[in-house]
């Protein structure tokens, strides 16, 4: 069954410093997602992406953030200068539509920590 | 804008016992439903979802939801435990339009089976 996934699944980084997700979505999906899940508490969106641009982002996604899909596969989340408060779980997910009823398939899962 | 409650962070049931739980999402317009599961090590797995018709929704693992429009709430039950039960259990609710697909997440509730 395919299936989102994402490296690595865990980074450690020093504040300050500039850090690279990376998700490989589901083959034949259109649409792109990055959440984030801070240690206890939920799981929040910061951005969607579709057609190489982004559709929708939360207060979360400042100008710190930034999202890509460098090639036909890869897409990634890219924090430009990490703080202590960006230490979390960062989900990728992917859909084939972008409807409130399209099913998001989520990845594994990676886990910043920044020092 | 929307909100997921998930009543009780912890819940510990017995091998075979019922499972129940529990959801309740604010929302102004109807809403759109779903659970995901995560396993230890894996990303949320989507177990079902409610998007309009039968309010008795049916899904993987022997789980079903029912959507209770006037208390609000999408609580998930299973008739008898299984020890492969065990996970954290998340809610979710999507917009109603086709303005995007965030989805808003509840805390979770990490599930524990005893034998």
């Known amino acids: 069954e395919p299936e989102v996934t994402q490296t690595p699944s865990h980074q450690v980084t020093q504040m300050g410093q500039e850090v690279i997700l990376r998700c490989v979505p589901i083959s034949n999906h259109l649409y792109f997602y990055w959440y984030r899940q801070i240690l206890g508490q939920k799981v929040e969106f910061l951005v969607s992406f579709y057609n190489n641009e982004i559709s929708e982002k939360s207060e979360i996604f400042d100008d710190q953030f930034s999202v890509e899909r460098p090639d036909g596969s890869n897409f990634t989340l890219k924090i430009r200068s990490t703080k202590l408060e960006d230490s979390a779980m960062y989900f990728c997910?992917?859909?084939?539509?972008?409807?409130?009823?399209?099913?998001?398939?989520f990845g594994p899962g990676t886990r910043l920590t920044v020092l | 804008a929307q909100s997921v409650t998930q009543l009780g962070s912890h819940v510990s049931v017995s091998e075979g016992a019922l499972v129940l739980l529990r959801c309740n999402y604010s929302?102004?317009?109807?809403?759109?439903l779903f659970w995901y599961v995560q396993y230890p090590n894996q990303g949320l797995q989507l177990l079902l979802k409610?998007?309009?018709?039968?309010?008795l929704v049916k899904g993987i693992n022997g789980f079903e939801a029912e959507f209770k429009k006037s208390e609000t709430s999408f609580h998930l039950t299973k008739p008898s435990a299984h020890m492969s039960d065990a996970a954290e259990y998340f809610c979710?609710?999507?917009?109603?339009?086709?303005?995007?697909?965030?989805?808003?997440f509840g805390g979770g509730t990490r599930l524990m089976v005893k034998p």
């Open positions: 997910a992917s859909s084939d539509g972008l409807a409130g009823t399209d099913t998001q398939y």
């Open positions: 409610y998007t309009t018709g039968a309010t």
């Open positions: 929302s102004s317009v109807p809403p759109y």
């Open positions: 979710a609710v999507s917009r109603i339009n086709n303005a995007g697909n965030m989805l808003t």
